[in-house]
């Protein structure tokens, strides 16, 4: 498969708990986007990085939240001790370089917190 | 503070006519626009996309126009199908900041 992955497509979490919400690019992709969708509301940048750095994370939660893309392996977004307002609509994306517009979406992980 | 704003929450259009969504911006400094449609619980897939240095960028039924002056564009399908009825979102690029800028989107319906 070509396209963007992401898993889990589905994630239930109490409050308090983690989650882990992974993404493989496009292959030849090494920049990844992460954006959030909440009811109602457009995509909201979340965090941008490439192999092993964090470019620009101004669009994350100051705490809980976390992004990594490292060396090997997929980008992860990690929401610790996560709350009812996380529950949201996580997208991925990627491109082959920095500037060059469009993104490519996965299909995205949707977390519901109980 | 919304950058890219989408005023139609929903557009409903009957079949085989033309649909104009619309899309207004507040930062000079974008440079490339883009429309995305995406369908429920699927990830948004790109539809068509214009430089800020033109006017006017056509595909097949889509066509976008960019009024820079008016920080306005606009994306219209003619003739308008059934399997357009989806999420239309605007999203722009530059002004600075990394990845896109998106609107909330507006809800297309194509009625038969």
């Known amino acids: 498969n070509a396209g963007v992955m992401q898993n889990p497509r589905h994630l239930v979490r109490r409050r308090g708990q983690e989650a882990r919400l992974r993404c493989s690019p496009m292959k030849g992709h090494s920049h990844v986007y992460w954006y959030r969708q909440l009811p109602e509301e457009g995509l909201k940048f979340m965090v941008y990085?490439?192999?092993?750095?964090?470019?620009?994370e101004s669009g994350m939660p100051k705490e809980r939240f976390s992004a990594e893309f490292p060396k090997e392996g997929p980008s992860i977004l990690r929401i610790q001790q996560v709350v009812r307002g996380d529950s949201a609509a996580y997208f991925c994306?990627?491109?082959?370089?920095?500037?060059?517009?469009?993104?490519?979406f996965g299909e995205g992980s949707r977390l519901t917190v109980l | 503070d919304q950058q890219v704003k989408q005023n139609s929450p929903s557009l409903s259009v009957q079949e085989g006519r033309i649909s104009i969504l619309n899309c207004d911006y507040t930062n000079s400094m974008f440079d490339y626009f883009l429309w995305y449609k995406k369908y429920p619980a699927e990830g948004p897939t790109f539809l068509i996309s214009i430089s800020s240095i033109k006017d006017k960028n056509e595909d097949g039924r889509f066509t976008v126009f960019l009024n820079k002056s008016a920080k306005h564009l606009s994306l219209h399908i003619v003739p308008s199908q059934p399997g357009d009825s989806a999420v239309y979102f605007c999203a722009a690029s530059g002004g600075g900041a990394d990845g896109l800028t998106f609107g909330k989107g507006t809800h297309l319906i194509i009625q038969p």
């Open positions: 990085l490439q192999k092993e750095n964090i470019i620009d």
């Open positions: 994306a990627s491109s082959p370089s920095r500037h060059t517009g469009e993104l490519f």
